[in-house]
């Protein structure tokens, strides 16, 4: 790639900027691919894949290949997300700043996932995670990939950022990774340097002064608010913390890094506000701005909602449903239309709170409906680590069984269990199928099957 590939004044625009290295950047754009990095997810154990660690985050590997993903079951059973490499700094990030005491977390540009399962890793079950997505299309892959996750403490939205505003200190760490000229993907993706201009960089700068001063009131006192883009652009960089500095009684918080890691670390012109730039070249990974500002006022008081509508319940049911859950004390059981669902049960106020305020697409885990006596377990449960494993039956599948489960195609086996059965590839389920005397139902979900051709 010769510089007169780049947009038009793009590498002049970036002269100034901080640890910019013109020679390095575009060499590195000619010559080298993006690394392929996944991130293991700690709540599915199971045989660990092996390659070069992300220094940044203890969860991140660089594979030495990129194999086909769509063709490793253990993907779609989420034992990892694939993720770019640089994006993981939010986990270091996270691990300087989150106190020991249980934390709301909103994600709020959250689809497709990958910075949401990060978030989810490091979240234990007495935290809640809020992802949300303002683009009513791109929920779903949000849903599936926290789904794929497997924990119960989850709330997905498809709200715009003003909704936020209604919930008056609620959140304590808010990260907005924010929608950007895409500069920082140029390698990884060479399309995205079609829609860059300097004309789109202050536009995006406008959206995300908006989408901020949207979602600040909705920031607790002594809360967190972590910013990222994956832009180069001062606009949408410094000038944005500088601008948040001066809007709101926000303080920089300096995050402690690795100078080894080759992070390049930056201070606003105005208020000196702490910056964290990441240059393919200088990092094993793609073009990342990343940093963190704490609250120093009070949003005000949050106005309570108490649910006061109990749900019937048929206590018959409500005991079938239970016997399907690991430790089923420890959720809050409830029902949407035809459908049982659980999260923890100490977020069961929030949830009713968030019900009350917002647009909710998933919440916990989604068990299944009950039909008469039997339970149609859901996709959700499957993934889930809450799945009571002495309830259900399960199969241990080989690779070539798996894919051909994975498209949703007939299985043909020899087994003597009948009923709704797990079937796992190397100790993960991917899925439900339902052996009865003569077939095997395979009830894998048709929008998520396997459509292309594989690599064998």
Aim: proline content about 5%; glycine content about 6%; some cysteine.
């Amino acid at each position: 790639m010769q510089d007169h590939q780049f947009p038009a004044n793009f590498l002049e625009s970036l002269n100034n900027e901080p640890g910019f290295d013109r020679e390095n950047f575009v060499e590195v754009h000619q010559n080298n691919s993006s690394p392929t990095s996944i991130r293991i997810n700690p709540f599915k154990k199971s045989a660990q894949k092996t390659g070069e660690q992300v220094p940044w985050c203890a969860e991140g590997l660089y594979l030495d290949v990129r194999p086909s993903f769509t063709f490793d079951p253990l993907f779609h059973a989420g034992r990892y997300y694939v993720q770019e490499a640089s994006s993981m700094f939010i986990a270091h990030i996270l691990k300087q700043i989150k106190p020991s005491d249980p934390v709301k977390v909103l994600d709020l540009c959250a689809a497709p996932g990958g910075k949401s399962t990060l978030l989810n890793s490091a979240m234990t079950p007495d935290d809640l995670l809020v992802a949300n997505e303002i683009i009513k299309t791109r929920v779903p892959i949000l849903a599936d990939n926290l789904s794929r996750w497997g924990t119960a403490n989850t709330i997905v939205t498809n709200n715009d950022p003003k909704d936020f505003n209604r919930l008056t200190g609620f959140f304590d760490i808010i990260l907005v990774d924010a929608p950007c000229s895409g500069s920082g993907m140029f390698r990884k993706d060479p399309a995205a340097m079609d829609e860059w201009s300097e004309a789109n960089v202050n536009l995006c700068h406008q959206r995300q002064e908006r989408i901020l001063a949207d979602i600040y009131p909705a920031l607790a006192e002594d809360g967190y608010l972590i910013y990222s883009t994956c832009s180069y652009s001062h606009q949408e960089n410094e000038e944005i913390l500088d601008w948040l500095c001066t809007e709101f009684d926000l303080e920089t918080v300096r995050i402690p890094i690795n100078k080894e890691w080759g992070i390049v670390e930056t201070q606003s012109p105005a208020k000196q506000a702490w910056g964290y730039r990441f240059y393919p070249g200088k990092v094993k990974g793609e073009g990342l701005f990343a940093s963190v500002l704490k609250k120093k006022e009070s949003s005000g008081t949050l106005l309570s909602f108490k649910n006061n509508r109990n749900q019937k319940v048929d206590n018959t049911a409500f005991e079938q449903i239970k016997a399907y859950i690991n430790k089923p004390e420890d959720y809050y059981f409830f029902k949407v239309n035809d459908d049982w669902l659980a999260i923890n049960n100490q977020h069961k106020e929030s949830l009713n709170l968030l019900q009350h305020h917002l647009y909710i697409k998933k919440s916990g885990v989604r068990i299944g409906k009950l039909a008469g006596r039997d339970l149609i377990p859901d996709h959700d449960l499957a993934l889930s680590n809450i799945v009571n494993k002495g309830m259900v039956a399960e199969i241990e599948l080989d690779y070539d069984q798996a894919i051909l489960y994975l498209r949703r195609e007939n299985l043909v086996m020899d087994e003597v269990k009948k009923g709704w059965t797990l079937m796992n590839f190397e100790g993960q389920a991917m899925g439900w199928a339902k052996l009865l005397p003569n077939r095997i139902n395979n009830y894998y979900p048709k929008e998520l099957r396997i459509l292309s051709q594989g690599p064998r």
